[in-house]
């Protein structure tokens, strides 16, 4: 029968005591990670979230409490007092291995099952059974530590935005469905039958209007919703650390983030950042890295090879010159000797995910040189070739050519990043930022035949690109800039349009008539017209934040109860099937295909 603790008050967490407490009475409380029967001698490790401290028990305990000591097992719940004293055989690996707790009193809280899994670091449990067990895999060290630190990252956000005038402000988690983007997550309204509420995306319109409202400096960690697959860096629901400031430029809002990710990394981790980010303008970006979040912890850059190739006869490379496309290379210095032809075969059905046909190479080892492309080219092309590639022995060249350029980068960005993982080239001394800045405000969406934001609808293009919204929307720019960390998107922003005639242009560009903007978005519409400052802003993915200050695989690490990747919760088994009368409130028929079907 469980115990309780009555008369006895925690003094310390077991993993505070040090050996300048030897001599002191102590109560501690926790979970049994093991016990060491000796006969004579029963040792017990009790854990909590501070750590581990030696419980102590020998001839000279009362029977009573030997006999406890001696039936408990892995995960009990125990709270003890005693005296902390001085080991005679000391643990260097833990940072209480000095001391230990001869126990005077012992209380069986709760007993423990046999878990599924021990509760150990790094444990090697398969991904389904930690999370259907969440709450035993969060017991260990390793999975707390990275809990524990996001809280820390999250009060430093807290503090440097307090001290920075920002006010923290809560908006809707019930809003009005904006279809603009990702899917959103409806909720179905009882007093409202047929009407839905979804779950935000963002904060965005309304942090807007809180800068229309006159707040002037506006931040909320915020949670937000998207029904959208997911990656190891996504979740369906997730954390931003959002912020929104007025009469301030990109210069401002710029210096703000980067002040906030110094801080966070020297609060946290110990770690100077120096300050300013390198800069570069989304266009670079693509042409010399394939990416608009590139990595640039190592080279393998991007080469055009569009000018030397102008006239080949090689109809794989003129085919999709002459189409408009690209043909385009990286050069790996020094692994032709390491990189096989059956692993460039294999890397050939692996890039074709991101719409490249195959890859054209050539490896110059020592004893060979072999390519699948130059026997098809003339003697001048070959030696072009290598020399805008800066080939030399030990290289192999690896070409991507497409009808569209953007398959050509999107493919070439992807390879680059998995060579330099597979071949250790990433430099991990130190975190890598910068801005990716310029993007284009438009991209056209082929399935729906119309442009689209590339960012949300409410980013402001730059002023002289204005007039090409309506002639070459395709051309404009926008006023907007992403952080990359170690080539993940860590935060982004823009400025907002402030203007109501240009955000109809925007809409008209977008494809929506007025009637069609005004049901949408008309409440913000209607806003601009009682005077709106100038206002931009940004938000930061905490989840993704943490991720990689704390050098996690998956955002699912840093996340309490996190979704797995078909967006269910294997712990509580969700989501799941309603009754009947909760469908009925809701005025709800639902049309599921059977399982037979």
Request: charged share 30%; proline share 4%; with cysteine.
């Amino acid at each position: 029968m469980a115990e309780y603790m009555t008369g006895l008050k925690r003094t310390h967490y077991c993993g505070d005591l040090r050996l300048t407490d030897a001599g002191n009475e102590v109560v501690v409380c926790g979970w049994v990670q093991r016990q060491r029967d000796l006969g004579q001698l029963i040792f017990i490790d009790l854990r909590d979230r501070s750590g581990v401290v030696q419980l102590a028990f020998d001839d000279h305990t009362d029977r009573t409490i030997f006999e406890k000591a001696f039936g408990a097992r892995a995960e009990y719940v125990l709270a003890v007092k005693g005296e902390v004293r001085e080991r005679e055989a000391k643990n260097s690996d833990i940072p209480t291995g000095e001391i230990e707790v001869f126990v005077t009193e012992l209380r069986v809280l709760a007993k423990s099952e046999t878990p599924p899994f021990e509760i150990v670091e790094q444990s090697k449990v398969k991904d389904e059974l930690r999370f259907k067990y969440r709450y035993l895999d969060l017991r260990r060290s390793d999975v707390q530590d990275k809990i524990i630190g996001r809280h820390k990252i999250v009060k430093a956000a807290h503090d440097y935005f307090d001290s920075h005038g920002f006010l923290e402000i809560e908006t809707p988690n019930l809003i009005k469905s904006t279809p603009e983007g990702a899917r959103d997550y409806l909720v179905p309204s009882r007093i409202f039958p047929g009407n839905f509420f979804a779950l935000p995306q963002s904060p965005q319109l309304y942090k807007q209007l809180l800068m229309l409202s006159g707040f002037d400096r506006y931040m909320q960690i915020a949670r937000c919703f998207r029904d959208e697959d997911l990656r190891a860096d996504r979740q369906p629901e997730f954390t931003q650390i959002d912020l929104e400031m007025s009469f301030a430029d990109e210069e401002e809002i710029m210096a703000i983030g980067e002040g906030f990710v110094r801080d966070v990394y020297q609060k946290v981790l110990g770690i100077e950042i120096p300050l300013p980010f390198l800069r570069m303008t989304w266009k670079e970006a693509m042409e010399r890295f394939g990416s608009d979040k590139p990595d640039l912890r190592f080279g393998l850059e991007l080469v055009d090879l569009g000018g030397v190739l102008a006239g080949t006869e090689f109809r794989v490379f003129s085919g999709a010159l002459s189409a408009g496309g690209s043909v385009r290379g990286i050069n790996l210095k020094g692994f032709a000797d390491q990189l096989s032809r059956k692993e460039i075969d294999k890397l050939t059905e692996w890039i074709k995910a991101y719409g490249a046909q195959g890859i054209a190479w050539t490896r110059l080892t020592q004893s060979a040189e072999t390519s699948s492309f130059e026997k098809f080219l003339r003697e001048d092309e070959v030696q072009a070739v290598r020399e805008a590639m800066g080939a030399q022995t030990g290289d192999v060249l690896l070409l991507i050519a497409s009808p569209k350029t953007k398959v050509v980068l999107d493919s070439l960005g992807a390879l680059r990043c998995e060579l330099a993982a597979r071949f250790d080239l990433i430099d991990k001394s130190r975190p890598n930022l910068l801005w990716v800045t310029e993007f284009p405000l438009l991209e056209y969406d082929e399935d729906e035949k119309r442009y689209v934001a590339m960012h949300h609808p409410f980013t402001a293009p730059f002023v002289e690109d204005i007039p090409l919204l309506q002639t070459e929307p395709g051309k404009v720019r926008a006023r907007a800039y992403d952080m990359v960390l170690n080539g993940h998107e860590l935060g982004g922003g823009s400025i907002r349009i402030n203007d109501p005639a240009l955000q109809q242009t925007m809409f008209e560009a977008l494809g929506f008539s007025k009637e069609e903007a005004q049901e949408r978005f008309g409440f913000l519409i209607d806003a601009f017209r009682y005077g709106a400052p100038p206002h931009g802003g940004m938000a930061f993915g905490l989840d993704r934040l943490v991720m990689l200050m704390l050098d996690c695989e998956s955002i699912r690490d840093v996340i309490a109860f996190p979704k797995m990747a078909n967006s269910g919760e294997l712990m509580t088994a969700s989501p799941g099937l309603v009754d009947a009368q909760q469908l009925d409130d809701l005025g709800i028929t639902l049309n599921v295909p059977s399982e037979e079907n």
